[in-house]
C-alpha cells in the first residue's frame, strides 16, 4: 500500500519537474488534444451534489477587480468557472455571438436558437431570480482566461517558455478573431495576432511581447465587441509557488521572473481602459506580489470575514442539505468530526463552520474519508528543528500565534526558497511557514488582528495528515542512511537498465537492492510491508531524480506503485512492489491490455509532461515488479515496451558494507 500515504505527500509536489514527454510533435503524428477543454475546470451544475454559489456572481459586481484567495479545495476554480459561463459572450465557430432575446411575457431572456450551453446552465438557479441583473449582465463580456498552473521553471529561461505556452494557449481560445474584420481596422496587425496564435511563432516572443501580451489581446477584444473585457486569472500564486520551491534558482532569475509578471499585470489592469473587471484566485498570500503595481486590484484573504466569504466552502447547513438529499444523514456526526474546523465570520455578523467543498464530494463519491496531498518541500521543512515544537504543540490542541505578513516581498519568497531542514533560521522565517500551512489549508484561524494570526489544527483529517508526515519523516532517517557506495550502485543500476533493459543489467539491480536492504537489517528490521519497501527505494530515487511521481493511476488508468521518467534517458518506469515473494505481473498486464504506448496514450503524457523539455521522445517503457523474500532475496520482474515478462533473481554478489 506504498501510494496510500506517498501519493498523499508527493502527487502535488512542485519539485517533480514536469517534462515533455513528446518532442513527437516535430518527429511523429500525434492526435489532436482540445486543450482548452481539458484545462477548463468543471462546474458541477448537473451532479447531485451540486450546491447553488450563483449569487456569488452579483457579489462579485460590486467590486471591480477581486483577487480571492483561500486554500486548495475550496472551490476558487468552481467559482471562477461559473462567473465567467455567466457573464461571457458565447460565440460560434466563427466568431459570431449567440443570440439571447427579451422575453417580455416574463420580463427575462429566452434564445433565439437553443445554442447557448450557458443559459441552460443558469435557468432554475438563484441568480436567474433576479431578472433585472440577469438582463444587464448574462453573455455581456468577452472573457481572457487565463491559468498560471503551467507556468514553472528551474531557471528564468524556463519561466519564460512557460509564458510563452501559457499565453499561446489563451490566444488559441480566440482563434475566430483570425478571420475576422478586425485586420481590417486601422491600428490592428494580423501578423502580431499570429505571432502570439501559431504555436511555432509564439516560442520565439520576447521578454517585451510577453509583457504586453494579454493587454494587447484585450484591446483586440475591446474593438471587435465594442465591450471591455472581464479578465479571469487561475492559480495566480503558481509562478510564485514554485519559485518558493526551487532552491537552485539563482536570485537573479527569481527577481526577473518576478518584476516580468509585475509588469504582466500592471499593463493588463491598471489604468487599462479595455478592461473593466476582473477575478483572481490564489491560495497565497505571496501572490499578491504580482498585483503591486495594480494596485486597483482588491484582496480578499481566506476565512478574515469578507463579502465573498460564504461562497467559499460549504456552511454546515449545506452539507446537511446534501446528506438528507442522498438520504445519508447518518453519517454528518462523522462528517463534522472529521472535517468541521474551519471557522469565519460573516459581514451580517453570523459566525458559521466551513467544510472543504472537495472533501465533502470525494466522500459523497466514494465514501471515503481522508485527506488529500501535501506538497514534499513542506514535508522536508516540517522537520526542522525549529518547527517541530510548533508541530508538537499544534498536536496538542493548543493554539500558535505568528507574526501575520499581509503583503510579501521578494525577501520572503527569497527566505522561503532557502530554507531547509539544514538552515539556520530565525522566528520570522518560522512564522513565515506557519503562515504558509494556513494558506495550504492545513491550519485553521481562530483569532486574527492587522499584524497577527491564532491558528490551530482544524480537524481530524488533518491531525491524519500529520501524523503521516512525521511517519514517513521518521521512515525516511530509518531507510536514507545505507553506505554511499549501495545508494550510487543502486542509482547506477537503476540508470542501465534505462539504457538498454536486459537480463544481466535488471539482475545488477536486483543484487543492488537486495545488498542494500542487507545492509539496513543490521539496524532496522527487514521491511514489514510493500509501503516500508517501496517507501525506501523511493527515497534513494528522490537523491537522484527530480522525475519522480507517485501515481496510483497512470494517466491512462494503469495501476502502477510509482512512475518515474529519467528524462535523459527517454524512459519511463511503471514499478509495482510486494514482499514474501508474491511474484504478480498486474500492472504489466494491466498496461498490454491497455496498449500503453499506443499513440493516444502518449498524447496524454504528453499534456502531463510537456511543459520545460520541447524535443522529448519517451522510447522506452519498462516494468519492473520488484518482489523480496524474507531473506531479502530479490526477484524483478520485466518487461520492455509490452514485450513479454521475463524474471531474474539477485544472487547477491556485491559486497556488503
Known amino acids: 500500500m506504498f501510494i496510500s500515504l506517498i501519493r498523499k505527500v508527493f502527487m502535488k509536489s512542485p519539485t517533480v519537474k514536469r517534462f515533455k514527454m513528446s518532442g513527437q510533435e516535430s518527429n511523429k503524428s500525434i492526435p489532436t488534444i482540445d486543450i482548452t477543454k481539458i484545462e477548463t475546470p468543471d462546474w458541477p451544475y448537473d451532479k447531485i451534489y451540486y450546491v447553488d454559489k450563483t449569487l456569488l456572481i452579483k457579489k462579485l459586481f460590486e467590486v471591480d477587480h477581486v483577487f480571492i484567495t483561500a486554500p486548495p479545495w475550496f472551490g476558487k476554480s468552481r467559482n471562477m468557472e461559473m462567473v465567467r459561463r455567466f457573464v461571457e459572450i458565447e460565440v460560434d465557430k466563427d466568431g459570431k455571438a449567440i443570440e439571447l432575446d427579451v422575453d417580455e411575457n416574463n420580463s427575462g431572456l429566452k434564445e433565439v436558437q437553443p445554442r447557448s450551453k450557458n443559459f441552460k446552465l443558469f435557468q432554475g438557479r438563484n441568480i436567474f431570480k433576479d431578472k433585472e441583473f440577469v438582463l444587464r449582465y448574462f453573455g455581456k463580456y468577452p472573457v481572457i482566461y487565463v491559468d498560471f498552473n503551467v507556468v514553472s521553471g528551474d531557471d528564468f529561461k524556463e519561466v519564460l517558455n512557460e509564458l510563452r505556452y501559457a499565453i499561446n494557449l489563451v490566444f488559441k481560445k480566440h482563434a475566430y478573431l483570425q478571420e475576422s474584420s478586425l485586420w481590417s481596422s486601422k491600428g490592428f496587425d494580423k501578423e502580431t495576432f499570429i505571432k502570439y496564435f501559431d504555436t511555432e511563432k509564439s516560442k520565439l516572443l520576447t521578454v517585451e511581447e510577453i509583457e504586453s501580451a494579454l493587454q494587447l489581446l484585450s484591446k483586440y477584444l475591446y474593438n471587435y465587441y465594442g465591450k471591455a473585457v472581464y479578465v479571469f486569472i487561475e492559480h495566480l500564486d503558481k509562478p510564485l509557488n514554485s519559485l518558493v520551491y526551487k532552491k537552485r534558482m539563482a536570485s537573479k532569475d527569481k527577481r526577473d521572473a518576478i518584476t516580468l509578471l509585475q509588469r504582466v499585470f500592471k499593463k493588463l489592469l491598471k489604468g487599462n481602459e479595455c478592461v473593466e473587471r476582473s477575478l483572481l484566485n490564489a491560495c497565497y498570500q505571496f501572490g499578491g506580489l504580482l498585483l503591486q503595481s495594480a494596485d486597483n486590484v482588491h484582496h480578499y484573504a481566506f476565512m478574515q470575514g469578507h463579502i465573498f466569504s460564504e461562497f467559499y466552502g460549504l456552511e454546515e447547513a449545506e452539507v446537511m442539505d446534501l446528506l438528507k438529499k442522498l438520504q445519508r444523514f447518518e453519517e454528518f456526526n462523522e462528517i463534522k468530526e472529521r472535517y468541521n474546523g474551519y471557522k469565519t465570520t460573516l459581514r451580517d455578523g453570523r459566525h458559521i463552520q466551513i467544510y472543504s467543498?472537495?472533501?465533502?464530494?470525494?466522500?459523497?463519491?466514494?465514501?471515503?474519508?481522508?485527506?488529500?496531498?501535501?506538497?514534499?518541500?513542506?514535508?522536508?521543512?516540517?522537520?526542522h528543528y525549529k518547527i517541530r515544537p510548533k508541530i508538537a504543540q499544534l498536536k496538542s490542541g493548543k493554539c500558535v500565534t505568528i507574526k501575520y505578513v499581509k503583503n510579501y516581498g521578494v525577501y520572503d519568497i527569497k527566505i522561503l526558497s532557502e530554507f531547509s531542514c539544514y538552515n539556520e533560521i530565525n522566528d520570522n522565517v518560522v512564522d513565515l511557514f506557519i503562515q504558509f500551512l494556513y494558506e495550504d489549508g492545513i491550519l485553521c484561524l481562530t483569532d486574527f488582528g492587522d499584524d497577527y494570526l491564532t491558528l490551530a489544527i482544524p480537524n481530524k483529517a488533518v491531525h491524519g495528515l500529520i501524523d503521516n508526515i512525521l511517519y514517513f519523516i521518521n521512515l525516511e532517517k530509518k531507510y536514507c542512511d545505507p553506505h554511499p557506495f549501495l545508494i550510487k550502485k543502486f542509482i547506477e543500476s537503476l540508470e542501465n537498465v534505462g539504457r538498454?533493459?536486459?537480463?544481466?543489467?535488471?539482475?545488477?539491480?536486483?543484487?543492488s537492492i537486495h545488498v542494500l536492504f542487507r545492509n539496513l537489517i543490521r539496524k532496522t528490521n527487514i521491511p514489514k510491508n510493500e509501503?516500508?519497501?517501496?517507501?525506501?527505494l523511493y527515497i534513494h530515487m528522490l537523491q537522484k531524480f527530480i522525475t519522480v511521481g507517485a501515481k496510483r493511476l497512470t494517466l491512462i488508468g494503469t495501476r502502477c506503485d510509482t512512475l518515474l521518467v529519467i528524462a535523459y534517458l527517454n524512459a519511463a518506469f511503471m514499478f509495482e512492489f510486494n514482499l514474501i515473494n508474491k511474484k504478480s505481473n498486474y500492472t504489466h498486464r494491466q498496461i498490454i491490455d491497455k496498449r500503453y504506448d499506443t499513440l493516444t496514450e502518449e498524447a496524454l503524457l504528453k499534456k502531463k509532461f510537456s511543459k520545460h523539455v520541447w524535443s522529448l521522445s519517451i522510447e522506452n517503457r519498462i516494468y519492473l515488479g520488484i518482489h523480496m523474500d524474507r531473506d531479502c532475496k530479490v526477484s524483478i520482474t520485466y518487461s520492455l515496451n509490452n514485450k513479454d515478462p521475463n524474471i531474474v533473481v539477485s544472487s547477491g554478489t556485491l559486497n556488503e558494507y
Do not use: F, T
Open 531 to 536: 509501503y516500508e519497501l517501496s517507501a525506501s
Open 357 to 383: 467543498p472537495w472533501h465533502i464530494v470525494r466522500h459523497l463519491q466514494s465514501e471515503q474519508l481522508g485527506w488529500g496531498y501535501i506538497s514534499r518541500p513542506i514535508v522536508d521543512r516540517i522537520d
Open 500 to 511: 538498454l533493459c536486459e537480463e544481466n543489467r535488471v539482475r545488477d539491480l536486483a543484487d
